[in-house]
């Protein structure tokens, strides 16, 4: 099987013509590609030989209409109408629904999905990689801390690592190598004397533990301020009480470990004689990319934060030095952040950066022996809606399907005045009073937060199933509608990791 891909160099805004008209295909055409896919999938063959290496890509917030609108916006920046796209990933012959409830919340958080992904064991809301028996906030028993993936993995040699637009202290990160229950406890201020005193730990001190093995080979993200003290280092000023400064500590740990704080100098990374690597290019959450892209087009010189494909390419680089392989969990983490503020333009522009990420991901591994598998935590509230006509540029004004002439005719709503096709349930963008009359330059800035019906601060993550894209063996396992905690065990199943590290 060949899978093709070509990604554009960098973003834009769609600029679908108002009179671009897609080819509507014909009867032979449509029968033929429809025969054409039903032979790929005859075609695909099943590995069911044991897995080298995993690797985990988690959208933070990538439900299926971001999906959707993302491929289309990925489309359109190409000059296509955008429906007939695909996202790298969306190429992978094995796919499935992913249930994500908590055991305590019908609408998830990225904290109880991230380690239910983890560790096998659906949990409670808000706590990192903690039974599901155990109460939020309260120092877990033993018997209650539950292991995740990385650690089985460097009790058998393999080497580990996490890759994030988030900070790596942030809930979807801290999955792979700590447990807490709380997931605000990312660094030691954050945890009340009580929990301290029954011998908690924030969550940036557990990225130096050796998690049975020698610990993680590779930490690129953001968060610098959650590892350094107040009181200032060679490292920076960040914002522990503790006077701990856990960047010196993952150097104390191999003389060939390295620190980067930029992108000039993760590039300039030579795998073959560098040891663990750290990498924490930004005080807290890296840039969304179309922030990050801004930079690079105003000046003409390249931003100083590298990109999620940067990232991951240099992540695989890294581990893949390790005859026994690896299991690497990459998360575009800036997804969830721009959903939350209402502003779709950011949140597709992440998702077509972790699409772009996959596919270096493929470039670099052989899919015969690396199980790769695509994800999200959680969904959100985000909607696309108002029949627009094909090609209609996915962040503009709805226009209506219909004869050439009626691409340059706004649909208008029951007050009169035009709308835009995505929108949320709730969110800062909610319109209070009177709706304002909304023009395609207003809705095509990136500021633009789209209009929700209810007001909250926040936007909020939405309740139904997330898709899992897969390839590589015992990809096939990916199939039907499932808990999202059978993730780990299909994982588990490639690698034969718990049977391995004898705890099965």
């Not at 004689?273 to 930079?295: C, I, K, N, W």
Request: hydrophobic share 40%; aromatic share 6%.
């Amino acid at each position: 099987m060949v899978l093709a891909f070509a990604m554009p160099a960098l973003f834009a805004l769609p600029v679908a013509a108002q009179d671009a008209q897609p080819s509507v295909g014909s009867i032979d055409s449509w029968m033929r590609e429809g025969q054409a896919a039903v032979a790929d999938r005859l075609a695909t063959p099943r590995i069911e030989h044991r897995a080298k290496n995993v690797i985990l890509f988690v959208g933070d917030g990538m439900g299926i209409s971001t999906l959707t609108a993302g491929r289309i916006y990925d489309g359109q920046m190409r000059g296509n109408s955008g429906e007939e796209n695909l996202l790298s990933f969306e190429h992978f012959p094995y796919t499935a629904l992913v249930k994500t409830y908590n055991v305590d919340a019908q609408v998830a958080d990225s904290a109880g999905t991230a380690s239910a992904l983890n560790t096998g064991v659906k949990t409670r809301i808000g706590v990192i990689n903690t039974a599901p028996e155990a109460v939020q906030n309260v120092c877990p028993k033993d018997e209650y801390r539950l292991m995740p993936l990385a650690h089985y993995a460097e009790r058998i040699g393999m080497a580990t690592g996490i890759v994030s637009t988030a900070r790596l202290t942030h809930a979807t990160p801290a999955a792979v190598y700590a447990v807490s229950p709380s997931r605000g406890w990312e660094n030691d201020t954050h945890i009340p004397d009580a929990a301290k005193e029954a011998g908690c730990r924030d969550i940036a001190q557990q990225i130096v533990d050796n998690m049975g093995g020698n610990g993680l080979e590779v930490a690129l993200g953001g968060g610098r301020d959650q590892f350094l003290p107040t009181d200032g280092s060679q490292h920076g000023t960040g914002k522990r009480q503790d006077g701990r400064n856990i960047v010196a500590e993952w150097l104390a740990r191999d003389p060939a470990a390295r620190f980067v704080a930029d992108r000039q100098a993760l590039t300039s990374i030579d795998p073959a004689v560098t040891g663990p690597l750290l990498g924490l290019f930004t005080s807290s959450h890296m840039s969304y990319e179309l922030d990050r892209q801004a930079v690079a087009k105003t000046d003409g010189t390249p931003s100083d934060e590298p990109d999620l494909a940067t990232m991951t390419e240099t992540a695989i680089r890294h581990l893949s030095r390790n005859p026994d392989g690896f299991y690497l969990m990459v998360e575009g983490g800036r997804i969830d952040h721009a959903h939350h503020g209402g502003n779709a333009q950011r949140a597709l522009a992440d998702t077509v950066a972790l699409s772009r990420a996959v596919t270096k991901a493929l470039e670099m591994v052989d899919i015969n022996e690396t199980l790769i598998l695509v994800t999200a935590d959680h969904s959100h509230v985000f909607t696309m809606a108002g029949y627009p006509r094909r090609g209609n540029p996915i962040l503009g004004l709805v226009r209506p399907a219909g004869p050439k002439g009626a691409s340059k005719r706004l649909e208008m709503a029951g007050d009169g005045k035009p709308y835009t096709t995505l929108g949320y349930h709730n969110g800062p963008g909610a319109v209070r009073g009177e709706r304002p009359r909304l023009s395609e330059e207003e809705v095509l800035a990136p500021d633009f937060r789209q209009q929700a019906l209810i007001p909250t601060h926040s936007e909020t993550h939405g309740g139904e199933d997330v898709a899992l894209f897969g390839i590589g063996p015992w990809a096939h396992l990916v199939r039907g509608t499932m808990e999202q905690n059978v993730i780990f065990h299909i994982m588990d199943h490639a690698l034969g990791l718990r049977e391995r590290a004898g705890m099965q």
